[in-house]
């Protein structure tokens, strides 16, 4: 299985250093799945823990277990969250029983090059107590930049092809939409037209302190947009024996 410890060297913590400025953006995101956070949780591809204090601060969730790939990444977990639940590995890793209520995947899916196989292990992590995925994916292939490629990203995801991925594993979609209509442009241009390589951390801190609450604020409390920068989904497992009509 192709996954993130395939893109080229550094292009991790490329990424990574990014996020760690978008303080706001983490926690929209965890928001956005808070109310499918309960008991039993998973953490796929947790990279240095960013998402993961914040996860384990949910209440409703009891016991997070985080999964990486990355030794590297790995051991800036254990030093950044001393005592909290990591193996080093993909999902495969974890134990199926007993199932989990909840799998958390962040910027993951897009690294894997069958992510069909994937969502067909995630499934079945999670079918025996009927729970829920939190994917959050990049977006919209139009956009797919040098850097992308960089990152180790297969694809960008479509949302027709999200659904019919998701379906095809035995999801039932409870949420499915686009997030982030402002990094959609500012990724364009900076990554696509400008090709840049590289991440003003700088720009990313100011765009994530003074746009994209505003940003975010509309778009949760309003329409969703019609395209973005990502797309999330929350999605319920469901077994072959459950009811066959999608959401």
Not at 59 to 70: K, T, Y
Not at 171 to 193: D, E, K, M, P, T
Not at 195 to 201: E, L
Request: charge should be neutral; hydrophobic fraction near 45%.
């Amino acid at each position: 299985m192709s996954d993130r410890s395939k893109a080229p060297a550094g292009s991790e913590k490329f990424e990574l250093d990014a996020l760690q400025k978008a303080v706001n953006y983490r926690s929209a995101v965890v928001g956005e799945f808070a109310a499918f956070l309960a008991g039993r949780v998973l953490e796929v591809g947790a990279g240095i823990g960013q998402f993961t204090g914040a996860l384990a601060a949910v209440p409703a969730v009891r016991e997070l277990l985080s999964v990486e790939p990355e030794a590297a990444l790995c051991d800036i977990f254990r030093r950044s969250h001393p005592g909290r639940a990591l193996v080093h590995g993909t999902a495969e890793a974890a134990p199926v029983e007993p199932s989990w209520d909840a799998l958390v995947a962040v910027n993951v899916l897009e690294h894997i090059e069958d992510d069909a196989g994937e969502l067909a292990r995630w499934h079945q992590l999670l079918v025996g107590s009927s729970g829920h995925l939190c994917l959050f994916v990049p977006a919209r292939q139009e956009i797919y930049a040098p850097l992308d490629r960089d990152f180790g990203h297969f694809r960008r995801y479509q949302r027709a092809e999200l659904r019919r991925k998701l379906e095809t594993a035995r999801f039932v979609i409870v949420r499915l939409h686009y997030f982030n209509l402002v990094g959609y442009f500012a990724w364009w241009l900076s990554f696509c037209v400008l090709k840049k390589r590289h991440f003003d951390t700088e720009a990313v801190a100011f765009f994530d302190r003074f746009i994209f609450p505003v940003a975010h604020a509309l778009e949760s409390h309003g329409l969703r947009p019609p395209i973005g920068q990502s797309l999330l989904a929350v999605a319920r497992a469901q077994s072959q024996r459950g009811c066959t009509k999608w959401s």
